[in-house]
């Protein structure tokens, strides 16, 4: 069988096993729709999560990445798992025990305030629109090369399956296809990444194998890739070129705004009890380290077997570099989408690969008669191209596109839900039609949802940036404004309505403003961005992926200071936030 | 539940929490991105040591301090008396 039919085959027989479990599972009523009826075992629930939660930008995106920045990708795998202790900590079991279906809920009656439930609905939008763009442009990635078809073909068919199941099963069909999901994406994440170790270091385990020998050599995985990049002119490997208040920056965004992510938190909501929130968070984060310490392996070991094709004889020889004509195939294919590209700027018909942007390396490409690096790798197909550059089985390929399909899929539904439960519940229900039956509320609920399907993929043709770019914006805006409302919702009683509101206002505005004038978001027609992003023009050297931090600093400054200046809340509030803290109130 | 316990539970529970956040600071801002530089000065399992926090330890740790306060919890619960079922 040839990979396109192997390919389909995987990714139909996925599918299948989705629409199936959607249909089988799927919601009756709003509780069932919203948060499964709150009969999710913690272990189901982790899965879930961790299906949710690692989108195209953790199974594609994120080791592509790291195998270009080395060291600085350490951002994305710290940032990205270390917000769960914070939601395990600060949230998970004070959201469950208060028990409802929104994080805009909590914040209205935790806050007294319809405005407040509105801001919180905005931040919510906000929020989920930039991150679902982002799985939108992993969905058309994954479509365009596997079942080759055309960029809009491929996003129509991901939303119609995405429209299937979200709007069909809701939260009750989301968690159980999910579970599946999550099998699908980290077997097909860990089996190629187990044959590429066996294959470079003879140990099976990516984990234990990113820092072992090279088969034979006697040298270290690491040590080889250190010695072999800076002789191309790159940065070291395992250390870094940004800042060090920018990596800090940009891990605490990514943190805190994982931990303030709506459709994170809600998950929190569909089990039985609060000690299963404590526990479920673990569970999450346990099926997620198996990608996220997999990635970082999986990156070096891309990285390194891309220039042992590209320079398999010795750098600065005149036949070390690979002649074009005698290109694997895998070169051949992705040339296709545009996505590898090829210029012989000196005209010897080899490939020379290397950093021609730093200027201390150039007299030395020079003497080596280099005009210039000549192949443009896309970061974002490193992992889909991984197999084949490893001279894999086509099973393993189908398999990675299945997989990648899973994962953005699963988070696209997850987001769409949240955002769709914002507009049913705490919009309709919740401010301008509270006399609503629930049959009434779960129709609005599912053409919420496919409304904001439309959009995502909308959206999804033209998004900013890479895919993991795009999503650390959306952690930027997370951090800096729901996270602190809902934290010192619970951990400070004196935190009031005019505080909570000028907070979120604050940072949101802020944060957005702030990606608008250097990366350019949503405004791109009217001339944004309109800033110069280099670090040079950045606020204390932090880049618009960490500014965040400042957006969170400014909102807890602004809540509390607010908060301190005018009334306190009511005396039913303060018996609120005591009852929330612990788990059987007396 | 009186006041009084009620708010020595709750002292108990920030207790435990600065604790474990005082852990999770140190492993993934101290050793993988504040004293990294140090630390890649010593090389374990072919890692420098910076590095290996940065991209390996420091998640081995966070999920280990997720599951400890949640254990931790349980039994504080127990203590107080506010435990489900």
Redesign the interface.
């Known amino acids: 069988m040839d990979l396109k039919t192997l390919t389909y085959l995987a990714v139909g027989a996925s599918f299948a096993l989705y629409i199936g479990i959607a249909i089988w599972s799927r919601a009756r009523n709003t509780g069932d729709f919203y948060i499964a009826g709150k009969g999710v075992s913690p272990v189901a629930n982790g899965m879930a999560t961790a299906a949710d939660w690692m989108s195209a930008a953790s199974f594609i995106s994120m080791a592509g990445l ?1 195998a270009f920045l080395g ?1 600085d ?2 951002v994305y ?2 940032g990205w ?2 917000g ?2 914070l939601l ?3 949230l998970a ?1 004070y959201l469950r025990k208060f028990g409802k279906f929104t994080v805009p809920e909590f914040i209205a009656e935790r806050y007294y305030s319809r405005t407040a439930r509105i801001v919180a609905v905005i931040c919510l939008i906000v929020v989920s629109f930039t991150y679902v763009a982002g799985q939108m442009r992993g969905v058309g990635i994954v479509f365009s090369r596997f079942l080759e078809v055309d960029l809009v073909v491929g996003l129509v068919v991901g939303m119609g399956v995405v429209f299937f199941y979200a709007v069909l099963g809701g939260m009750k069909g989301i968690t159980y296809t999910q579970v599946a999901q999550y099998c699908v994406l980290i077997f097909a994440y860990t089996v190629p990444a187990i044959f590429i170790s066996l294959q470079i270091t003879g140990n099976p385990l990516p ?2 194998a ?4 090279i088969e034979g050599s006697g040298v ?4 080889k890739l250190d010695d072999i990049v800076t002789s191309l002119g790159f940065n070291q490997y ?2 870094g070129t940004k800042s ?1 208040i920018d ?2 920056c940009i ?2 965004a990514l943190m805190v705004g994982t931990a303030g992510l709506p459709h994170v938190i809600v998950r929190f909501f569909t089990v039985p ?3 299963d929130a ?2 479920s ?2 569970y999450a ?2 099926f997620i ?1 198996v990608l ?2 997999t990635a ?1 392996a999986v990156g070096a070991m891309a990285r390194y077997n891309l220039i042992q094709t590209v320079q398999p004889g010795e750098i600065g020889a005149p036949d070390g570099n690979l002649l074009y004509s005698e290109r694997p195939e895998w070169m051949k294919t992705w040339e296709r989408t545009g996505l590898v590209t090829y210029n012989d700027r000196n005209g010897d018909s080899r490939v020379q690969y290397y950093n021609d942007r730093n200027t201390d390396f150039t007299s030395q490409a020079e003497s080596y008669g280099w005009q210039g690096n000549e192949l443009s790798v896309d970061r974002d197909i490193m992992v889909l191209a991984n197999p084949e550059i490893a001279n894999l089985p086509d099973w393993v390929i189908a398999l990675v596109a299945a997989g990648g399909i899973a994962a953005a899929l699963s988070t696209a539904a997850g987001l769409l839900l949240v955002i769709s439960a914002a507009v049913s519940h705490d919009l309709v229900k919740g401010i301008f039609v509270p006399s609503i039956s629930e049959k009434q509320e779960l129709l609005a609920g599912r053409i919420a949802a496919a409304f904001a399907i439309l959009v995502a993929g909308y959206l999804g043709f033209d998004p900013p940036g890479w895919v993991a770019q795009v999503v650390a914006f959306a952690f930027g805006l997370a951090a800096a404004s729901l996270f602190p409302a809902i934290m010192l919702g619970i951990f400070v009683k004196r935190a009031n309505k005019q505080g909570a509101i000028a907070g979120m206002l604050t940072g949101l505005l802020f944060t957005y403003g702030y990606i608008e004038y250097f990366k350019g978001l949503f405004l791109k027609w009217a001339g944004a961005p309109w800033g110069e992003d280099v670090a040079g023009s950045w606020l204390f050297g932090i880049s618009p992926e960490g500014i965040g931090v400042i957006g969170m600093l400014l909102n807890f400054t602004v809540a509390l200071t607010v908060s301190h200046l005018t009334a306190p809340p009511p005396e039913r509030i303060q018996h609120l936030v ?1 009852s929330i ?6 | ?1 009186k006041p009084e316990q ?1 708010a020595a ?2 002292r108990a ?1 920030l207790r435990i ?1 600065a604790a ?2 005082a852990i ?1 600071f140190v492993v ?2 101290g050793f ?3 004293l ?2 140090q630390l ?1 000065r010593i090389t374990i ?4 040591l910076g ?2 926090f ?3 330890g ?3 740790v ?2 280990l ?3 400890f ?2 254990w931790r ?2 039994r504080v ?1 127990q203590k ?5 079922d």
């Open positions: 790291i060291y990708g350490s795998l710290m798992t270390g769960y202790v395990a900590l600060f079991p984990q234990v990113f820092g072992a020998d270290g995985l690491l040590q395992t250390s060090r990596v800090f891990t605490m009890k609060v000690r404590r526990k968070a673990g984060l346990l380290a996220y310490t970082p005591e803290r612990v788990p059987r109130a007396g | 539940m009620r539970y709750w529970n929490l474990c956040m999770w993934s801002y993988g991105i504040l990294v530089e890649n399992g072919g890692f420098p590095f290996w940065a991209q390996q420091s998640i081995y966070f999920v301090l997720i599951f306060y949640a919890m349980n619960d107080y008396d506010v435990h489900e």
